[in-house]
């Protein structure tokens, strides 16, 4: 099976940066599509940027221009680097990877890293 890791999570304040990471391990044949996810207590866990095996980008409009998703598939890792952050990107934020393995595919999610933006 595939097994996600997210580091990268803390404190920081507004206008400041932070750069997740989600690395990917175990019997991956591929790994497709590669996503972050954010969630707040009490909302719905949405959507804040993905990327496709060929890098094609997208993002939620509330962090286009702040924030840019890569990846490095030799690494098997997904980035998300956070600018100008601002106190509603606070959240708990997720990895998702669609992977192929040998007994086929499917999407893995992470355990999730704590990113919180206060003054």
């Known amino acids: 099976q595939v097994q996600l890791v997210e580091s990268g999570g803390g404190l920081a304040q507004p206008g400041g940066s932070l750069r997740l990471s989600c690395a990917a391990s175990?019997?991956?044949?591929?790994?497709?599509?590669m996503r972050w996810y954010r969630q707040v207590p009490g909302k719905q866990r949405e959507l804040v940027a993905a990327i496709t095996s060929s890098d094609t980008t997208d993002y939620a409009g509330s962090v286009k221009g702040r924030i840019t998703i890569s990846r490095d598939n030799a690494k098997l890792t997904v980035n998300l680097q956070m600018n100008s952050l601002k106190p509603e990107d606070t959240g708990l934020y997720y990895c998702?990877?669609?992977?192929?393995?040998?007994?086929?595919?499917?999407?893995?999610w992470g355990q999730g890293t704590q990113v919180t933006v206060s003054s």
């Open positions: 175990g019997s991956i044949i591929r790994i497709n599509e």
């Open positions: 998702r990877c669609n992977a192929s393995t040998i007994f086929g595919r499917r999407d893995y």
